[in-house]
């Protein structure tokens, strides 16, 4: 594993908002299942990380994903019966004491969220959250080495944008949504319907590399929500998904400067002025 690196300085040509409308950002990998990675292991990971997360919870594990390419992507319509050689081993859910920030662990994949829990709550940055995420990385693969539970082989990463935008007063969904975007809805208003009830969007781009091969997607979500508050939102989520080249903490450390270029510059084109001007954007 590469020893480390030093935090990343935000590029100075990337767009920036003062009031960003993020409400969770998740930075996570998936890599070989670690079968040795049983229930006692967990709670001694616990122990390097009880410090700043001080609340353990249990919950299903995750499915492996990965981001295929070809002209027909299989469509996957549901699992076939397995026969496991363990029984699923549950994913481990590890908060803060204010639950804003969130460490997910299980046999196959690590994640860490940071989440929007009161309207006082200052996202952290990107460049914060990644310097974090590596520390925990290296931490765990450290532990799993030593205990001789496997090393740590990466095969996708992930990292996912989540946004409210709060509808006005008497705003409906589909207005909100319209608001949002900038022109993509348009050709939705029919003449003899007038507009749809609410929206919901789904984009999906390729990510290609410098040798132009496609190497992760840029996923890109709008659907109608609401809060725990009974507050109606719009949420937008912008995801990019793919395998890290090379598959170890130098790819895995590139892959998310990228991902984060490819989101902020995604977010930035497809929305519209006036939000711009609503976030307060800087440049």
Request: glycine fraction near 6%; hydrophobic fraction near 40%.
């Amino acid at each position: 594993m590469n020893p480390g690196f030093e935090m990343p300085v935000r590029p100075a040509n990337l767009p920036d908002f003062d009031k960003p409308p993020i409400a969770e950002v998740i930075l996570g990998v998936q890599f070989n299942s670690l079968d040795k990675l049983l229930s006692p292991y967990i709670g001694l990971i616990w122990e390097l990380f009880r410090g700043e997360f001080e609340i353990v919870e249990e919950q299903p594990p995750l499915m492996p994903v990965f981001e295929t390419f070809g002209a027909n992507p299989p469509s996957i319509v549901g699992w076939p019966l397995q026969v496991l050689p363990l029984p699923p081993a549950p994913r481990v859910f590890l908060f803060n004491s204010s639950r804003t920030k969130l460490l997910q662990l299980q046999r196959d994949r690590l994640l860490h969220n940071w989440r929007k829990v009161r309207e006082s709550d200052a996202y952290p940055r990107f460049e914060t959250m990644l310097a974090a995420f590596e520390d925990y990385f290296k931490r765990i693969a450290n532990f799993t080495a030593t205990h001789r539970l496997g090393e740590i082989e990466l095969n996708q990463c992930e990292l996912t944008y989540i946004n409210h935008i709060t509808l006005r007063d008497g705003e409906r969904f589909f207005e909100a949504t319209a608001r949002l975007f900038n022109g993509i809805l348009g050709p939705a208003v029919l003449d003899f319907l007038g507009e749809p009830d609410d929206a919901r969007l789904t984009l999906r781009y390729i990510i290609r590399s410098q040798q132009n091969g496609p190497m992760a997607r840029l996923l890109v979500q709008a659907e109608p929500a609401r809060k725990l508050d009974g507050t109606n939102i719009v949420q937008l989520s912008l995801t990019v998904r793919g395998a890290p080249d090379p598959p170890d903490m130098s790819g895995m450390h590139a892959f998310f400067l990228s991902g984060r270029e490819h989101i902020v510059k995604g977010f930035t084109r497809l929305t519209s002025p006036v939000m711009h001007e609503e976030w307060g954007r800087s440049r």
